[in-house]
């Protein structure tokens, strides 16, 4: 898995997930810093049908195994921080 | 919705994925930042089969609307940041 080949393919995906993996619209999660097996498990059921969503399912239609790893790979590699509140 | 009673409710959630949202198992999401439309979406998803896993179904199952909305504040509460590599 490929992490460069990710980011090239995550220009089709930066429209609503950004490019960084924070999410452009609220009805996207953020993809950043994501384990690669959790986002390689969602676009392969987003691939087979096993989970539905109107633009995933096309998106996801045609994306390979590989293609998937680099994604995924891609935005695992993204470095996140999360600070509670008081 | 309020973050605060969502903080308590998600010491059901930090098991998996964290109070702060950083999640410590491969195989589940992050939470932290998400925005509440999504997590309540999917929340509700969970709960209706509409999407399906072994263990948010049954998590999902016995969430009232009302709590749903509290986790859902609780998390996008959380103050993130990303950054990508060089």
């Not at 097996?37 to 969503?53: D, M, N, P, W």
Request: hydrophobic fraction near 40%; charged fraction near 25%; include cysteine.
């Amino acid at each position: 898995a490929d992490p460069e080949a990710g980011r090239s393919l995550a220009a089709q995906c930066r429209t609503c997930h950004g490019l960084d993996g924070i999410a452009r619209i609220p009805i996207a999660p953020h993809l950043a810093g994501e384990n690669r097996i959790y986002i390689e498990t969602q676009l392969k059921a987003f691939r087979s049908g096993k989970r539905e969503h109107e633009m995933m399912s096309v998106i996801a239609r045609d994306l390979s195994d590989e293609e998937i790893s680099h994604l995924a790979a891609w935005y695992e590699s993204i470095e996140i921080t999360a600070t509670m509140p008081e």
